[in-house]
């Protein structure tokens, strides 16, 4: 398996502004060379990062052939900028260790402001953090590696994406699996 990142730009139509670095991870077919069209993994979420689903990926028949590409999600834990929000998993582990009543409830909530504000801190076009802009970085991800045709393999709101990346770049698409679809 190989990792790196890919910078974006956050809005595409100001592309000398802000950007947004994604990560990426390509695991290296189980048979070898492999044949050349790799399979995207597209995670749920919206927000599932997929790279913690790596090592199992490798595992499945869905790596014997082909490489996987998984590219993280705009963001997701690794990506940056992050809207990760440690303040809230740990109110809600906090819950979880003391039960849920109103005091619990208004610590959560007042762990998601926390979190809003530092994540808008740093003025990010939330307008861009949307499932069109992500298949426009899937595609962005399938240039800059060099791959001429893909196929795509989504689970959960990943087929949704997929579904997005049917639609704005279908021409290198050779197959689509799209399990449990959630529509548009």
Do not use: I, K, N, Y
């Given at each position: 398996m190989s990792c790196?990142?890919?910078?974006?730009?956050e809005n595409r139509n100001v592309p000398d502004e802000a950007s947004v670095v994604l990560p990426i991870a390509i695991i290296e077919p189980q048979d070898g060379a492999g044949?050349?069209?790799?399979v995207f993994y597209l995670d749920g979420g919206p927000g599932g990062d997929g790279l913690t689903l790596a090592e199992?990926?490798?595992e499945l028949p869905l790596a014997r052939k082909r490489r996987v590409v998984i590219v993280g999600q705009r963001g997701t834990p690794l990506a940056d900028p992050t809207f990760d929000c440690p303040e809230v998993e740990a109110a809600q582990a906090e819950a979880l260790d003391v039960g849920m009543d109103e005091t619990t409830t208004a610590a959560e909530q007042a762990a998601l402001g926390e979190c809003f504000d530092r994540v808008t801190a740093?003025?990010?076009?939330?307008?861009?953090y949307d499932s069109a802009t992500?298949?426009?970085d899937l595609e962005a991800?399938?240039?800059?590696l060099g791959y001429g045709e893909w196929n795509l393999y989504g689970v959960s709101y990943g087929t949704r994406l997929g579904l997005e990346v049917l639609r704005r770049h279908p021409d290198a698409v050779r197959s689509a699996v799209l399990d449990s679809v959630y529509p548009p």
């Open positions: 790196g990142t890919l910078e974006v730009p044949l050349p069209d790799p199992t990926l490798s740093e003025d990010p076009d939330l307008s861009t992500a298949a426009d991800a399938r240039l800059a």
